[in-house]
Each structure stands twice: as structure tokens, then as C-alpha cells.
């Protein structure tokens, strides 16, 4: 009688076990193991096994960035595909500010991304300052900053404490050293190497040095290992420099007695007037031609003066020319 | 119904009924009659016949319905007042035929010289036959092994080693360094299962397991019984170590199973002349150089080849020791000439020896304790007494706790040794090779805390309910491979640029080698140190990639000119990879 049952349980039992221990064989047993194996296009797997964005290809790149800070952006991307279809080309690089304390823009991020372009992010610690940034009281910020810039896994451009070598913002050479300065910048950067938010390009940019020629820019630099790209803050006014070379050349100059990083002109744009022609054909000119400038981000923005380049309609004409070389605009790579 | 009775019974009905009728005319029915006196003639005692089979003559007892009394019945018990006839009183008159009658109408024997009276024999009614039948019960108890009785434990058995194959499989992930180390060596897949890999190499070892198992069920059977047999292979077989030894891809599945086949052999050639325990010497003398932790149970071999040498209660059993221990010291001295020593094995470290033994108690306290119980209880007493008119012969006392005794201080082995050394290496799967000596007590343990006839069996599965929940426990706690999956994947694209010319800086260069052994060869991977030989490692800056697992980025890669932080790569499941650090991955800029 036991003999009858159990020995059909037995079995039945032995039966369920082969049947789960093939599917262990077959299943994920060792994710390891198919890890190691090129994965298929199609593979669920693909996505867990595959690196973080990783932002290399996106430092030397072969043509030049075009880029745009508008309002309304990267929130939402309809300002700038207006901006594209008023200069016949999409941007790959979409400028915005983000206040010291407001979380990470990851949608906007990803919005750009999604259009082809990347974020850049103008970081601007107006407090607490940058000794509480360097003395570690501001971390818990940082991480969490950076673990959401690390979730979104798109290429972010971050530039913290722009225009330091200027005395108009709390973090300028008026109220810290650049000492200080380094010191934030390197705690911030290492804060977000140990949360592995590896997809950021950290650009160090300072203001072009003509207004302010006394401060030197060596001691801002925090080193090679710890900026991607030098960004050049450079307006075109009217009553200041009105080539290429005199406008960046003695910041380029300068920067280039310490270090050899690409230089991206970070903030620009012609202020209206008569020679904004002319300054829109040295500014994409200039860019074109130095093989060191990796592209330039248009402040596309009406702010103390209207630097929105459809306000002047012959400038327009000549940008829309310009813009449309080949060598202008990419689309960031997808991984 | 035999023809006799059947007559017999018959013919007491038709006499009693024509009495009945007599009786009925001549005198009324008494008012009570003792049943006894009226034994014949349709008596309805026991069974009874069919409502509605009455018949005239017939008696009844208990209560009856006013009215419904027909002519020739008789009656006992209460009857209604006024229903009283003459008469009552005349009870000889229907007294049964005790002693001989004539039956009326018969003629006597006209060949006699005398007078013969005919008689009428009226036997006894027959027993009633009973409802069910108690079958012969054999002189025997569960522990008398019959074809059935060794089915059953087989299937038993069998279901144990499903459990334990369950409690294996459920563990999962990729390899663990020390297993993609022994899968490679010489830069290729090494084993008998070479092709199948890390899963075959785990199967491998469950199947070894699995066959420990078998042979420790196998060795208590004959030393005890089955009962114990099977409780120690069921307490043996829900083990941390043993869940985690069946899924670990390495020989110490294998050691384990020598181990058990020599024990086996120990118990199987216990009635046999001392020199049949050779049999066991090349399994003993194996096991150390699959797992070099097997040497410490060598000295209790061949202890147990002494105490279980069943026939020989003098010189002969320790004839049989000392040929053991003379076999298995001369194979392994051959294996130590041709292979070499064994490394590792006296290797010091820092462990604290509290906390090894801390652990160990949690590994095996439950096991060693029951196998404790047992072994006193086995001191105490040779056998449970289920059997006393079979009690046969049995060890005696000082030998029975010599036997005690060498079991349970065997599974105290790898902890003191280990602790002693303060290496905690691998110690929980060296615990499970002492415990595979323990366990024949604890099984003995069970069944005597469960009684004789299985008296208290919620003790047993009480034990082992405990014993499977810590064990699972445990191996979900232990058995935590590092998930490299994403770092492997990370890393198949860095080799891929870099090609057979790479050089790189692992933490753990073992499992990199193994899972990317397509694409590079083990000798392009180094193990990466810490403090000054990291610094002069990224200094010199000449790995094409730098893999650690640290929590934080060390400091001699923070800002570092030479290398950039490729990724960091956190457990996918922080909840299975148990707080491990995540991978941090450094390429050249």
C-alpha cells in the first residue's frame, strides 16, 4: 500500500525536480557566463549587461557642436526645434541653469538626448558657497545629485561655478579663492566618481579674461584628471572685441600654458546692432577654423539685451548661412 | 456456516417452534425469561435477523409496541399490565431439550437389544463471525529490514536526496573566484566536465553530494539501523554546507564523497576478516588530495576501523586499524611523492578564533548536539528495546562510547584546527566534513528521541524543521557569488579593443580569465593589491584597465592623469548580493 504511493510520489517528485533543474540549466544560472557572450540585438539581458553612456567619443569629436540656450529648454524641446527651424539646423547641445540645491533636470536630459543632442548644465552654487561645498557639508546634495545623473544614463555637460575668474557672482573672485574654488570643484567631482556618474563631461569655464586681465587662470584649473573641456564665456558686444582671436585668443592663450583640453565657446551671442553680421561670420568662422574649438552654445535668450538671433534678420541670413556647413552639428552618439 | 451447525440449528428452530406453540396454548408467555434458559430456538443475540423476519416462536427482547405481540412469541422485559395471562409461571414447560429427548414420532432401533433412546445433539451456536480480521503479526519491528521495509526506506531516501538536491539548486549565480579558478588552469578549461563549464562542474558536484549522502544513509544503516540511517542522511542532507558543497564547483563535493565511501566500506567490512578494510584505504588516502581539510579525519578512520570491527573483539580489530592506518599513510605518502604536498593546509591568518568557532557552532550546533543525545543514549543503552526477545548481540558499553565519542569529537575537528590557525578559509564547507561522522550519531539521536515504534515522532520532524530552516538560512546568508554579469560585460568591450595585447589590473583576475577566456588569456590578468603596490601599479600606469571592488575610489586613482573612471557597477540585486562593493572600472584616458 506505501509502497504504491510512494513510490509514484517519488518519482513525480524526481520528474518536478529535472524539469526545474533543466529550466536552471537553461535559465539564467549564470548571468556571468552570457555576459561574456556578444549579446543579441534583441536580448532582454542586453540593456543590464551593456556599460554606462560612456563620454569619450564625445570629448574629441570630429565635427563641432552647435548649441543652444533657450528658454523653456530642455524641459520641454519645442523652443528648440522653433530655434532649428528658424536657423535650418538642429542643435546638438542644449544649454541650461540649474540653481546650487535644485535636483538634477533627468527628463530634460533625457529630452535632449532623445532629440540627439546633450545637456549642458550651467551649475551656479549661489549658496551656501564654496567653502561648504569643499568642507563636505553640502554632500548629501552632490550624491543625490549625482545618483540621478548617474540613473539617467544620457551625457550630461556639467559646468560648475562658471565665470569664477569674474567678480559678479558670489563665487567669484570677490568672495572666494580659487583655492576654495578647486577644492569644491574636486570634492564635487570625486563625490560623483564614487556614486559612478561617469556620464558627465565636466567643463571648467571660465569668462574670456579681457575685462578682468589681472586675475590669473592657473589657479582655478583643478587639473587634467578632473575637467574634460576648458568653456569659454565670451559675448560680442559692441563696444568689445570684434574678432575671434581678440575676443578668446588671450584666454585661449592662456589656458593653454596649462593644459591641452578642448575648448568649447560655453556662453555666446552678437549683441544687436550693426556689426552682429560680422560677428556672427567671425564667431561660426572662428570655430571652424581652430581645430582646438569643438563648437560653441548660443545664448539664445533676451537677457540685459536681445541676444535672440531672429531679432536681427540680416545676422539670421548670415547664421542660417554658416550654420548649414557640414562641419556644424551631430548627432551625439547613442552609447 | 458449517452443514453440522447449519443442522443443528435448524433442528433446534423447528423443535422450539412447535414447543412455542405448546406453550403458547398451554400456558401464556412469562412475564421475564433469562435468555440463557432459552438458548436455542431462535435466540436473537449478536446478529439478528431482518426486522420482518420473525417468525412464530421466536423471541425478542427489549421493548416492543403494545398490540404487535403475536401468538407463540415470547417475551421479556416490561409488558403492560393487563396483558398478564394465566398460566405465568410454568417456565420449566418450555425449558430447552438439555438432556436427551425423544424426538416424537421416532421409531426405535429395532436391531437393538435394549432399548435406545434417539438423541438429538444440539451443539452450540458458532461464535458470530467477527466484523475484521487482525492479521498475524510477525515478530519483528520497523527496524528488521524486509523486501517492503527496504523499499520504503529507499524511497525515503530518495525523496531526502531530492530535498537536498532542491536546497542546492536553488542557489544560484555566476562563479565565485575560487570556482573560476579551479575551472581554468593552463589557460583552458580544465575537469572532466571541461566543456560543459561552470554548470557542469556544479552538477558534477551534486551529484557527488548526492552520493555522500547515499553512503552516509548506507554506513549508519549497518552500524545501526535504518531508522538512523535515514534520520542522519535527512539531517545531513538540509546542511549548510552540504547545499552550498552541492553547488559549488570544486573537489571538496568529491573529498566529501570519498570520505563517505570509506566510511561506508569501514561499516560494510565490519564482519569480514580485518584485511577486507584495504577496501576502504584508496578512498581514505584519495580524499585528501581533492580536499586537503579530509587529512584530519584520517586519524578517526581508522579509529572507527577499530570500534566497528564487529567480530573481532580483541587483537583482531585493532589488526584492522592498524592495516587501515598502514594502507592509507603508504597511498598518501605515494600521492605526496607524485603530486606533491597539498598547499594551503597549515596556511596561519588572522582570524579571531572565537568567531570561527562562533560560526561553527551555528553551522553544525544543531547537528552536533542531536548527534550528543545520541550518542549517550547509544552509551547507555545498545538498543531501544523494540525487539527485547531480539536483542542479539551488541557492542558493549566502553565500546559503544568510544564510538560516541569518536563521531561527535570528529565534527569538532575543522573548527578547533581552523581556529587554531585563525584561518577561516572555506571553513563552512570544511565544518560539513566532520559533520559527515557526527551525523551517524544524530541520526541514532532522532530515532531514540523518537522512541520506540516511533512514539514521539513530532520530535523528529520537530528536528528537522529546525535544521532545514537554519540550513537554508544560512546557505542564502553563505552563498552570495559576486555578480560580476555586469562587470564581465563591461569588460568583454574593453578587451575587444585592446585585444590578446592587453594587460589588466583585476580584483578578482580569476573570474575576468574564466568568463572572458574567449577572448583573452588568463596571463594577461594580475591581481590588483592595495596601498603601495596599487600606487606603483597606477603609477607606472602600464595595465590597459584597472577592475577593484571598493566601496569608495581609492586614493591613488582619485585624479589620477593616466587612468578615467570607465563605470561603476553596483550588484543588480542589492538584496542577494548582500552589501557587496560595487566594481569600478578604470581605462586609460
Known amino acids: 500500500m506505501i509502497r504504491k504511493t510512494l513510490l509514484p510520489l517519488a518519482l513525480v517528485l524526481m520528474a518536478l525536480t529535472g524539469v526545474s533543474g533543466c529550466g536552471l540549466f537553461g535559465g539564467d544560472g549564470d548571468p556571468a557566463a552570457d555576459a561574456a557572450r556578444e549579446p543579441s540585438a534583441d536580448s532582454s539581458a542586453r540593456a543590464a549587461q551593456q556599460l554606462p553612456y560612456d563620454v569619450k567619443p564625445l570629448l574629441h569629436p570630429a565635427k563641432k557642436y552647435f548649441g543652444v540656450a533657450v528658454d523653456g529648454a530642455p524641459s520641454s524641446m519645442k523652443p528648440v526645434d522653433a530655434f532649428a527651424k528658424t536657423v535650418g539646423k538642429q542643435p546638438n547641445m542644449v544649454g541650461s541653469y540649474s540653481s546650487w540645491g535644485d535636483g538634477f533636470n533627468a527628463e530634460g536630459a ?39 545623473v548617474r540613473k539617467t544614463d544620457v551625457p550630461v555637460a556639467i559646468s560648475f561655478g562658471h565665470e569664477m575668474n569674474g567678480h559678479w557672482y558670489p563665487w567669484g573672485t570677490k568672495d572666494t579663492t580659487p583655492r576654495t574654488f578647486v577644492k569644491a570643484w574636486r570634492h564635487i567631482h570625486d563625490l560623483f566618481q564614487e556614486e559612478g556618474a561617469t556620464n558627465v563631461v565636466w567643463v571648467w569655464s571660465p569668462n574670456v579674461v579681457n575685462p578682468v586681465p589681472t586675475v590669473q587662470l592657473k589657479p582655478y584649473w583643478p587639473g587634467d584628471a578632473y575637467v574634460d573641456w576648458v568653456g569659454i564665456v565670451g559675448y560680442w558686444t559692441t563696444t568689445g572685441a570684434h574678432t575671434f582671436d581678440t575676443l578668446y585668443g588671450p584666454t585661449r592663450r592662456q589656458v593653454a600654458t596649462f593644459t591641452d583640453k578642448p575648448v568649447l565657446i560655453s556662453e555666446t551671442a552678437a549683441e544687436p546692432g550693426e556689426r552682429r553680421r560680422a560677428d556672427v561670420r567671425g564667431l561660426l568662422g572662428g570655430v571652424e577654423e581652430n ?11 533676451p537677457k540685459r539685451a536681445d541676444w535672440r538671433i531672429q531679432s536681427s534678420p540680416l545676422a539670421l541670413a548670415e547664421f542660417k548661412r554658416l ?13 | 456456516m458449517s452443514g453440522e451447525q447449519e443442522y443443528g440449528l435448524r433442528h433446534g428452530q423447528e423443535y422450539w417452534q412447535e414447543r412455542g406453540a405448546q406453550a403458547q396454548q398451554a400456558a401464556p408467555a412469562p412475564q421475564s425469561q433469562e435468555s440463557f434458559l432459552q438458548y436455542p430456538g431462535g435466540q436473537q443475540s449478536g446478529y439478528q435477523q431482518q426486522p420482518g423476519q420473525q417468525q412464530p416462536g421466536q423471541q425478542q427482547s427489549g421493548y416492543q409496541q403494545p398490540g404487535q405481540q403475536q401468538p407463540g ?23 430447552p431439550p438439555y438432556t436427551a429427548q425423544q424426538v416424537p ?5 429395532a436391531d437393538a437389544d435394549y432399548y435406545v433412546p434417539h438423541y438429538t445433539v444440539l451443539e452450540p451456536e458458532p461464535e458470530p463471525e467477527p466484523g475484521y480480521v487482525l492479521p498475524e503479526v510477525p515478530v519483528s519491528a520497523w527496524s528488521v529490514d524486509n523486501s517492503r521495509s527496504a523499499w520504503i526506506s529507499r524511497g525515503v531516501l530518495v525523496l531526502i536526496l531530492l530535498v537536498q538536491a532542491g536546497l542546492s539548486y536553488r542557489l544560484d549565480g555566476s562563479a565565485f573566484a575560487q570556482e573560476a579558478k579551479f575551472l581554468m588552469s593552463d589557460g583552458t578549461l580544465s575537469g572532466l566536465l571541461s566543456d560543459a563549464g561552470l554548470t557542469g562542474a556544479r552538477t558534477l558536484s551534486l551529484a557527488w553530494a548526492l552520493g555522500a549522502t547515499a553512503l552516509l544513509f548506507g554506513a549508519t544503516r549497518l552500524l545501526f539501523n535504518v531508522r538512523a540511517g535515514l534520520a542522519a542522511a535527512a539531517m545531513y542532507s538540509v546542511l549548510e554546507s552540504t547545499a552550498f558543497t552541492g553547488r559549488y564547483a570544486s573537489l571538496h563535493s ?9 566510511l561506508w566500506l569501514l561499516a560494510r567490512t565490519r564482519q569480514s576478516s580485518p584485511a577486507a578494510v584495504l577496501v576502504a584505504a584508496p578512498f581514505a588516502a584519495l580524499a585528501p588530495f581533492a580536499a586537503y581539510s ?29 592495516l587501515f592506518a598502514a594502507a592509507t599513510g603508504a597511498l598518501c605518502f605515494v600521492g605526496v611523492a607524485l603530486h606533491g604536498m597539498p598547499h594551503g593546509w597549515n596556511a596561519h591568518a588572522t582570524d579571531s578564533a572565537a568567531s570561527l568557532l562562533k560560526e561553527s557552532a551555528e553551522w553544525g550546533g544543531v547537528v552536533l548536539s542531536v548527534a550528543v543525545i545520541g550518542a549517550v543514549g547509544f552509551a547507555r543503552r545498545a538498543r531501544m528495546g523494540e525487539m527485547p526477545w531480539a536483542e542479539g548481540s551488541a557492542p558493549g558499553t566502553i565500546r559503544r562510547s568510544a564510538l560516541g565519542l569518536t563521531m561527535c569529537a570528529t565534527a569538532l575537528l575543522a573548527p578547533l584546527y581552523q581556529a587554531y590557525l585563525g584561518n577561516g578559509s572555506s571553513l563552512h564547507l570544511h565544518i560539513g566534513f566532520g559533520l559527515l561522522f557526527a551525523v551517524p550519531m544524530a541520526g541514532l539521536g532522532i530515532s531514540r528521541m523518537m522512541g520506540a515504534h516511533f512514539r514521539y515522532p513530532q520530535i523528529g520532524i520537530m528536528i528537522y524543521v529546525a535544521a532545514l530552516v537554519v540550513g537554508m538560512a544560512q546557505t542564502r546568508e553563505l552563498y552570495r557569488p559576486p555578480d560580476s554579469a555586469a562587470m564581465i560585460g563591461a569588460l568583454r568591450e574593453v578587451v575587444a579593443e585592446k585585444g590578446a595585447k592587453g594587460s589588466y589590473l583585476s580584483d578578482e583576475p580569476e573570474i575576468s580569465a574564466y568568463y572572458l577566456r574567449a577572448h583573452t588569456d588568463p596571463g594577461q590578468w594580475h591581481l590588483a593589491g592595495r596601498g603601495t603596490a596599487l600606487t606603483a601599479a597606477v603609477k607606472k600606469g602600464s595595465y590597459d584597465a584597472i577592475v577593484l571592488r571598493a566601496a569608495s575610489v581609492p586614493d591613488e586613482l582619485r585624479g589620477n592623469a593616466h587612468y578615467r573612471l570607465l563605470a561603476v557597477l553596483r550588484p543588480a540585486d542589492k538584496d542577494s548580493a548582500g552589501g557587496q562593493a560595487p566594481y569600478r572600472i578604470w581605462v586609460k584616458r
Do not use: C, H, M
Open chain 2, 294 to 322: 579530509a587529512a584530519l579525519y584520517l586519524p578517526s578512520l581508522t579509529v572507527l576501523a577499530v570500534l566497528t570491527a564487529y567480530r573481532f573483539r580483541g587483537a583482531g580489530a585493532f589488526v584492522r586499524g592498524g
Open chain 1, 323 to 335: 550654420i548649414a556647413d557640414d562641419a556644424f552639428g551631430f548627432e551625439v552618439p547613442r552609447s
Open chain 2, 105 to 109: 414420532g421416532a421409531e426405535p432401533d
Open chain 2, 73 to 95: 412469541q415470547q417475551q421479556s422485559g416490561y409488558q403492560q399490565p393487563g396483558q398478564q395471562q394465566p398460566g405465568q409461571g410454568a417456565w420449566q414447560q418450555q425449558y
Open chain 1, 291 to 301: 581645430e582646438d574649438v569643438i563648437g560653441f552654445l548660443w545664448f539664445n535668450i
Open chain 2, 254 to 262: 568529491l573529498s566529501l564523497f570519498l570520505l563517505a565511501a570509506a
Open chain 1, 110 to 148: 533625457q529630452n535632449v538626448f532623445e532629440d540627439g543632442g546633450l545637456l549642458y548644465v550651467s551649475w551656479e552654487p549661489f549658496k551656501p558657497g564654496l567653502d561648504k561645498i569643499a568642507d563636505g557639508s553640502q554632500d548629501s546634495y552632490i550624491k543625490k545629485f549625482a545618483a540621478s
